[in-house]
């Protein structure tokens, strides 16, 4: 999981955030306490048995809005799932859930994953465990199909000519939203792997080799690249 903090938030922790009070609720609008959203979440998902093994959180400096991602317990073979968050109780964002096993949550907005299960506004009719129960019962459907999704990218053995086709098509034939000059990072990446597990020449290898090169980015163009590979390998 990816949680950058950097434009005029800061990272707390859990028992922080209830030392911040959300504003007074109006006709069309009912804030949610940051605290109050994360132990619902919480809650859900120990009822679905589901546990977090690594939880972070930032939030902005007039407590308004919150970012956090939380690292859940559910495997798959080399790879955990991660649940993303946001809350904003001055209308400038809709309250939103993301999981998948690569997410990025940053305080510029930015906020993608492999699937969303809840975005919705903090409107007076929104229910919030209604909202988290069928979130969470959708997001379990879609643990396994994205886990399949895996398997199927490792298994996905591809030539050395293959792949340079797929990197002269993202960077040279621009159907990918990212800068040419990372296309010889990608090459390394790919054809001089540092780790044992990407060695093998397969969709997989492939894609980590892109996000590998994206994380010398800013974040704005990173999760713009990182959302564009997902349209690219579907």
Same mark, same amino acid.
């Given at each position: 999981?990816?949680?950058?903090?950097h434009?005029?938030?800061?990272?707390v922790?859990?028992?922080?955030? #209830? $030392?911040?009070?959300?504003?007074?609720?109006?006709?069309?609008? &009912?804030?949610? #306490?940051?605290r109050?959203?994360?132990?619902?979440?919480?809650?859900?998902?120990s009822?679905?048995?589901?546990?977090?093994? &690594?939880?972070?959180?930032?939030?902005?400096?007039?407590?308004?809005?919150?970012?956090?991602?939380?690292?859940?317990?559910?495997?798959?073979?080399?790879?955990?799932?991660?649940?993303?968050?946001?809350?904003? !109780?001055?209308?400038?964002?809709?309250?939103?859930?993301?999981?998948?096993?690569?997410?990025l949550?940053?305080?510029?907005?930015?906020?993608?994953?492999?699937?969303? %299960?809840?975005?919705?506004?903090?409107?007076?009719?929104?229910?919030?465990?209604?909202a988290?129960?069928?979130?969470?019962?959708a997001?379990?459907? !879609?643990?396994? %199909?994205?886990?399949?999704?895996i398997? !199927?990218?490792?298994?996905?053995?591809?030539?050395?000519?293959?792949?340079?086709?797929?990197?002269?098509?993202?960077?040279?034939?621009? /159907?990918?939203?990212?800068?040419?000059?990372?296309?010889?990072?990608?090459? $390394?990446?790919?054809?001089? %792997?540092?780790?044992?597990?990407f060695?093998?020449?397969? /969709?997989?290898?492939?894609?980590?080799?892109?996000?590998?090169?994206? /994380?010398l980015?800013? %974040?704005?163009?990173?999760? /713009? #690249?990182?959302?564009?590979?997902g $349209?690219?390998f579907?």
């Open positions: 999981m990816t949680l950058m903090s434009t005029g938030t800061e990272l922790t859990r028992d922080q955030l #209830a $030392e911040i009070l959300p504003p007074e609720a109006t006709d069309t609008h &009912k804030p949610i #306490a940051h109050f959203l994360v132990d619902s979440i919480l809650e859900s998902l009822f679905r048995h589901i546990n977090v093994v &690594k939880e972070q959180y930032a939030i902005s400096q007039d407590g308004m809005k919150l970012f956090g991602c939380l690292d859940l317990e559910t495997m798959g073979d080399g790879f955990r799932f991660a649940l993303g968050l946001r809350n904003a !109780n001055d209308r400038s964002m809709r309250l939103g859930l993301v999981v998948g096993v690569k997410i949550v940053c305080d510029n907005m930015a906020f993608s994953g492999d699937f969303e %299960p809840v975005l919705a506004k903090h409107s007076k009719h929104f229910n919030l465990n209604d988290l129960a069928i979130g969470m019962e997001m379990q459907r !879609n643990f396994k %199909p994205m886990a399949d999704q398997q !199927n990218w490792r298994a996905a053995q591809i030539t050395d000519g293959q792949a340079k086709e797929v990197i002269y098509d993202a960077f040279i034939r621009r /159907k990918l939203d990212c800068p040419k000059h990372l296309a010889s990072i990608v090459d $390394e990446e790919y054809f001089e %792997p540092k780790y044992e597990e060695a093998p020449r397969t /969709k997989y290898a492939l894609q980590n080799a892109f996000t590998s090169a994206f /994380k980015l800013e %974040p704005v163009p990173m999760f /713009k #690249a990182t959302a564009s590979l $349209e690219f579907h």
